[in-house]
């Protein structure tokens, strides 16, 4: 344990889970995750672990069966498992972002149904926005859901989605679609979308009647971890299964709890930037040149210098954007400076622990080569380097509107 990336002001009951978290982290990731992840392989008993040590609850109020805790603590047990491997961090991650969503916004019996379920990782969640050929345009969707039979009617949802992590191994996603009822022509867009709670079975193929996850996208990096397309024909869903019982209040409900999640895309970069930092600094005092350490040559230094100051800047907006969220504030802006910095700091630091394994960084033996892959997906996941900008851009002008 350095000294950087430290948190100050947390409690005895904190220190002992993040502990915890380290000390599995050590020794059930780190020593089996590079060669997981060069197989695409799902990570089973390490999933196990995690449900045993009650990390599938962590946020789940203790009343459902979880452990009630902040999301600062969730965020800094989410940087101890990405420093192991960041797709182990994501397979927790959908799965809170959905339990986050029910116990912000469920109705009473779905909060009963699913959270003490989902705190003992029996459910296990993930959460669907995105379609093909969206990108980053949410308001545009086109899957739809259509209410048969009055009030109480099933709803029938059509449409294909995109980049579902944990797609597969899910059994409950939240699906976001279009739903025009009640909402006069010339309704904003956003106004018309509702959250869907879907069950289904693990696996791929046909999950349920109507609902069909083809099978794993082959990806770069962030692997062992399944991200699928999901596609919806004719599937029935029940009217108790709109999160918070009323159509119009998805995009509302899935930005917050993509707010909560972009604390842990930072929590997650700062996670990937420390490992490679510990890998770099390790390397550059064993490996010689010209007869002494490359941690000797001024270059080397430089190098690291940077890459520590980086570390220990993006922790610390990552655990201010996690405290302002855990004291009822809006913290739309912090998240998006926290992801923002974090994902770009932690690519920038991965290659300087690249430049400095040389050859070798290029080898994949050394786990820098896992690393060098794995951080691209945060400059996009949950939002884009870009969109971060303009939605921080956009706080600062409401902040700081001109009063001439």
């Given amino acids: ?89 994501g397979i927790i991650n959908t799965h809170f972002i959905v339990a986050y969503m029910l116990k912000q916004h469920g109705t009473q019996e779905q909060k009963d149904h699913f959270l003490p379920k989902m705190a003992t990782g029996e459910v296990r969640g993930a959460f669907s926005m995105s379609e093909p050929g969206l990108g980053s345009d949410v308001s545009a969707i086109s899957s739809k859901g259509v209410r048969e039979g009055g009030d109480d009617g099933d709803f029938v949802l059509n449409g294909q989605k995109m980049w579902l992590t944990n797609g597969g191994s899910s059994t409950l996603v939240a699906v976001l679609c279009r739903t025009d009822e009640g909402h006069p022509e010339g309704t ?146 912090e998240a998006g400076m926290a992801k923002y910095l974090a994902s770009e700091y932690c690519k920038e630091v991965v290659e300087d622990a690249f430049r400095i394994h040389g050859g070798y960084g290029f080898s994949k033996e050394y786990e820098i080569e896992r690393l060098y892959r794995e951080a691209p997906m945060l400059l996009i996941g949950e939002g884009t380097a870009e969109i971060q900008k303009m939605i921080v851009g956009r706080r600062l002008l409401e902040e700081y509107r001109f009063q001439g």
């Fill in 1 to 89: 344990m350095g000294r950087l990336a430290q948190t100050e002001g947390l409690t005895e009951i904190q220190q002992e889970i993040l502990s915890t978290v380290r000390s599995f982290v050590d020794k059930e990731i780190l020593p089996v995750a590079t060669e997981l992840e060069h197989r695409d392989e799902y990570p089973t008993e390490i999933v196990e672990g995690l449900k045993e040590l009650g990390l599938f609850g962590l946020m789940i109020p203790e009343e459902y069966g979880g452990l009630g805790e902040s999301l600062l603590t969730y965020a800094l047990c989410v940087e101890e498992i990405a420093r192991g491997w960041m797709s182990v961090s």
């Fill in 188 to 333: 904003a867009p956003h106004k018309s979308m509702t959250t869907f709670l879907v069950e289904k079975e693990p696996g791929f193929g046909e999950v349920r009647p109507g609902l069909t996850i083809p099978g794993k996208i082959d990806k770069m990096g962030y692997k062992g971890v399944d991200t699928t397309e999901l596609i919806m024909q004719d599937l029935r869903v029940p009217a108790n299964r709109v999160l918070g019982g009323e159509t119009g209040r998805g995009f509302y409900q899935m930005m917050d709890g993509v707010e909560v999640g972009r604390v842990n895309v930072a929590a997650r970069g700062c996670g990937v930037a420390q490992r490679a930092f510990e890998l770099g600094i390790d390397y550059a005092q064993q490996r010689h040149t010209f007869g002494k350490p490359i941690a000797q040559h001024q270059a080397i230094q430089f190098k690291l210098a940077e890459m520590g100051t980086k570390v220990e800047a993006a922790h610390a907006l990552m655990v201010g954007a996690a405290r302002k969220k855990d004291a009822g504030q809006r913290n739309d802006l």
